[in-house]
C-alpha cells in the first residue's frame, strides 16, 4: 500500500508483514474516529476473534483531536489527545486480535477529502475484504456521514472483481430502528465473554473522559435484539442495525441520496398503515 496521509500509523498486532496482514484480511471496518470500529465492526471482531480463517482489519479515517474530555484528559492538548487515542486504538486492535489496525490522521474537517478517498482505495484494493463496516449515511454525526460517502466512492472505484459481496452501514448516532425492510439489517452481536466491552473500555480517554459509550452501546445493542421485531421472539442476545449498502455498488442501482429518499419513503408508509 503507498498511502499518503498526514499521519500514517500502521500496527499488525502479532507481528506478521503488512503484506500478510494485508492479504489474510477477510472482513473490514472503516471508522471515522478511534472507538468507533468498536461500535460499527463489531460484528466482524467477534466473528474473526481466535477464529483460524477469518481476520478483522480496521481503518481509522481521523486523529479524533477534538473529542470532548472531562477528568484525567480536561487539560490535554489536541496533540496530546491524539497520541493517547492512537495508542487506545492499538490496544483495541491488540485486544481484538485484530489482522492490521490502519489509522490514517486526517482531520475531521477532511473526511470527505480526495487524498482520504485515494488512502481507502489502496487499503481495500490491498486487502480485498468479503465484508465491509461502514458508519451508515443517515447517521447524526456530519463526520460519519461524510466518511461514509467517501468510502462508498471509494468502494465504487474498485474493478467488479473486487468489490466486496456485502456492506453493511452500522449505527452509532442516531438508531436505525426506523429503517424498514429490506434495507434494515440486523446483525446478531452475542458475546459471552464480553469482548466488546473490553475493547469499548480500551478506549479511556472517552469513557472515564464522559462518554460511557461501554455502557450505552451495549444496552442498545441488548435492546435491538429484543425491540428489533414486535412479533417474534428474541433470536439473539444483542445485535447491531445496519443499513444494508451493498446496492450502492451495482450498476444501474439509485445513488446515495436516492437510497435515502426510498428509506424515508418507507418510513412514510408505515406511519401510513
Known amino acids: 500500500m503507498q498511502l499518503d496521509c498526514p499521519a500514517l500509523d500502521c500496527f499488525v498486532p502479532d507481528g506478521e508483514s503488512l503484506a500478510v496482514a494485508s492479504q489474510r484480511t477477510t472482513q473490514l471496518?472503516?471508522?471515522?474516529?478511534p472507538d468507533d470500529l468498536e461500535i460499527i465492526g463489531i460484528p466482524g471482531i467477534l466473528e474473526c476473534h481466535e477464529a483460524e480463517d477469518g481476520w478483522f482489519t480496521g481503518v481509522v479515517?481521523?486523529?479524533?483531536?477534538?473529542?470532548?474530555?472531562?477528568?484525567?484528559?480536561?487539560?490535554?492538548?489536541?496533540?496530546?489527545?491524539?497520541?493517547?487515542?492512537?495508542?487506545?486504538?492499538r490496544a483495541a486492535a491488540s485486544l481484538g486480535q485484530y489482522s492490521l489496525q490502519v489509522q490514517l490522521g486526517f482531520p475531521s474537517a477532511e473526511a470527505a477529502s480526495p487524498a482520504l478517498e485515494d488512502c481507502l482505495v489502496e487499503i481495500v484494493q490491498a486487502c480485498q475484504p468479503d465484508t465491509v463496516y461502514l458508519h451508515n449515511i443517515a447517521d447524526a454525526h456530519a463526520t460519519h456521514r461524510k466518511l461514509a460517502r467517501s468510502s462508498l466512492a471509494a468502494l465504487r472505484r474498485?474493478?467488479?472483481?473486487?468489490?466486496?459481496?456485502?456492506?453493511?452501514?452500522?449505527?452509532?448516532?442516531?438508531?436505525?430502528?426506523?429503517?424498514?425492510?429490506?434495507l434494515r439489517v440486523a446483525l446478531p452481536v452475542d458475546d459471552p465473554g464480553e469482548l466488546q466491552t473490553r475493547l469499548l473500555r480500551c478506549h479511556d480517554s472517552q469513557v472515564s473522559g464522559g462518554k460511557r459509550y461501554d455502557l450505552a452501546i451495549i444496552a442498545r445493542q441488548q435492546a435491538n435484539a429484543t425491540l428489533v421485531e414486535s412479533q417474534d421472539l428474541d433470536a439473539c442476545s444483542a445485535c447491531v442495525l445496519a443499513m444494508?449498502?451493498?446496492?450502492?455498488?451495482?450498476?444501474?442501482?439509485?445513488?446515495?441520496?436516492?437510497?435515502?429518499?426510498?428509506?424515508?419513503?418507507?418510513?412514510?408508509?408505515?406511519?401510513?398503515t
Open 29 to 33: 471496518g472503516i471508522g471515522a474516529h
Open 158 to 182: 474498485l474493478p467488479a472483481g473486487q468489490l466486496p459481496a456485502r456492506v453493511f452501514g452500522v449505527e452509532v448516532w442516531r438508531s436505525l430502528d426506523w429503517l424498514s425492510a429490506p
Open 244 to 272: 444494508d449498502l451493498a446496492p450502492l455498488l451495482r450498476e444501474a442501482e439509485p445513488d446515495i441520496d436516492a437510497l435515502l429518499d426510498q428509506a424515508l419513503e418507507g418510513f412514510r408508509a408505515e406511519l401510513a
Open 61 to 89: 479515517a481521523c486523529d479524533g483531536a477534538g473529542s470532548p474530555r472531562s477528568g484525567r484528559y480536561a487539560a490535554y492538548s489536541n496533540r496530546e489527545m491524539i497520541d493517547t487515542r492512537r495508542q487506545e486504538q
